[in-house]
């Protein structure tokens, strides 16, 4: 996988500023640059995509910067929103179905959608992030806590990478 945005420079330059290694501004500026024109296939989420960079930058003290990146990530969202919509996907998660979880799955998406509302109070951004959580929440079966999870390809029980660690069960909530 690419890192079409930028998010590994993103996290590198945060470390260097915390640890002491100083500030790059000539790398700031690219990273800057590739996430505020972002191209096919960009991911939108905080762990790798348009949501991290922007909070790495605000981090850094490129408030603008990053309020241009979250705009970036605004008009990715409404992409995102008219793919819920067009496509539920399937009840199975990994192999070659999209993988549920909080890193890889519907939950990214549903995270940045609430995230957005926090910002702008659009109510329908929430009523997206339960439909992302219920695609996701459907490729999912409810098990005992610590329970050995089926192998790829099948229902796992949500976690946030989708991979192989246990976790506690979990149920849809009533609509």
């Known amino acids: 996988m690419t890192d079409r945005t930028?998010?590994?420079?993103?996290?590198?330059?945060?470390?260097?500023?915390v640890s002491g290694a100083g500030r790059w501004p000539e790398h700031e500026q690219w990273l800057v640059r590739r996430a505020t024109s972002p191209g096919s296939g960009t991911r939108c989420g905080f762990y790798d995509g348009l949501h991290g960079?922007?909070?790495a930058l605000e981090l850094l003290d490129r408030?603008?910067?990053?309020l241009d990146v979250l705009d970036a990530a605004w008009r990715a969202a409404e992409r995102v929103v008219e793919q819920l919509a067009d496509d539920p996907g399937p009840d199975v998660s990994g192999g070659r179905h999209p993988y549920a979880g909080l890193l890889r799955g519907r939950t990214r998406p549903a995270l940045m959608l609430v995230r957005l509302h926090e910002l702008t109070g659009e109510p329908e951004l929430l009523a997206h992030a339960v439909t992302?959580?219920?695609q996701d929440l459907r490729r999912?079966?409810?098990?005992?806590?610590?329970?050995?999870?089926?192998?790829?390809?099948?229902?796992?029980?949500p976690d946030s990478t989708g991979g192989p660690w246990p976790a506690p069960p979990c149920q849809v909530p009533p609509r």
């Open 6 to 17: 930028g998010t590994s420079a993103a996290g590198v330059l945060y470390a260097l500023h």
């Open 53 to 55: 960079v922007g909070y």
């Open 63 to 66: 408030r603008q910067d990053a």
């Open 132 to 134: 992302a959580l219920r």
């Open 140 to 157: 999912c079966v409810v098990r005992p806590a610590l329970a050995p999870r089926p192998p790829t390809g099948h229902r796992p029980a």
